[in-house]
């Protein structure tokens, strides 16, 4: 199984428990909560969610009939004594009611189904992968296609250890405007 699909996989049901209402992630100490402008702390890194848009097209790529694009500006900074690997994937996108199990995404830069790179459609977005030396920052943005129709969303990400056990959860709540 390829080793993005195998992290999606975790982290998707992951984020199911803790929608379900048990307050944490996979045996994790605890959730963060945080909006736009808030430095949100990480057992790894820092990370900002800047700001944040809906739109119908990013940089000639067209939302999918019945969706749209959520595009979020988010500042990563290192915190870690070493360097440390990244992804874009290691924020997930959510809406809707906290019971729909299926109201999370990953960003465009990969297939859904396979976890196969797709090559951004904008250098400003965040790489699939990359890594971040100690205290490196890296700004950019990523790119969900979500369904229409949703105004509130938020950005998580999880702690997740070496040795493959969940920590605390951080997440970022916000409106986007629409463009």
Same mark, same amino acid.
């Given at each position: 199984?390829?080793?993005?699909?195998?992290?999606?996989?975790?982290?998707?049901?992951?984020?199911?428990?803790? =929608?379900?209402? #048990?307050?944490?992630?996979?045996?994790?100490?605890?959730? @963060?909560?945080?909006? $736009?402008?808030?430095?949100?702390? @990480?057992? %790894?890194? !820092?990370?900002?969610?800047?700001?944040?848009?809906? #739109?119908?097209?990013?940089?000639?790529?067209?939302? *999918?009939?019945?969706?749209?694009?959520?595009?979020? !500006?988010?500042?990563?900074?290192?915190? %870690?004594?070493? @360097?440390?690997?990244? *992804?874009?994937? !290691?924020?997930?996108?959510?809406?809707?009611?906290?019971?729909?199990?299926?109201?999370?995404?990953?960003? $465009? @830069?990969?297939?859904?189904?396979?976890?196969?790179? $797709?090559?951004?459609?904008?250098?400003?977005? =965040?790489?699939?992968?990359?890594? =971040?030396? +100690?205290?490196?920052?890296?700004?950019? =943005?990523? +790119?969900?296609?979500?369904?229409?129709?949703?105004? !509130?969303?938020?950005?998580?990400?999880?702690?997740?250890?070496?040795?493959?056990?969940?920590?605390?959860?951080?997440? +970022?709540?916000?409106?986007?405007?629409?463009?």
């Amino acid at each position: 199984m390829n080793k993005r699909v195998k992290a999606m996989g975790i982290f998707a049901a992951a984020a199911v428990l803790g =929608l379900a209402g #048990c307050g944490m992630f996979g045996g994790g100490k605890g959730t @963060t909560e945080g909006r $736009i402008g808030d430095a949100i702390k @990480t057992d %790894f890194y !820092d990370f900002t969610v800047n700001s944040a848009y809906l #739109c119908g097209e990013f940089e000639g790529r067209p939302a *999918s009939d019945g969706t749209e694009l959520l595009v979020v !500006d988010i500042t990563v900074r290192n915190t %870690f004594h070493e @360097t440390i690997p990244m *992804s874009d994937w !290691d924020f997930q996108a959510q809406w809707g009611e906290d019971e729909d199990d299926e109201a999370y995404a990953f960003p $465009i @830069t990969s297939d859904p189904e396979t976890g196969e790179e $797709i090559p951004a459609v904008s250098e400003e977005q =965040l790489p699939y992968e990359y890594e =971040l030396g +100690v205290d490196e920052a890296r700004e950019g =943005l990523l +790119v969900y296609e979500v369904p229409e129709g949703y105004q !509130d969303f938020s950005v998580s990400a999880q702690d997740i250890y070496e040795d493959g056990t969940m920590g605390d959860t951080y997440f +970022v709540y916000f409106t986007p405007e629409r463009q």
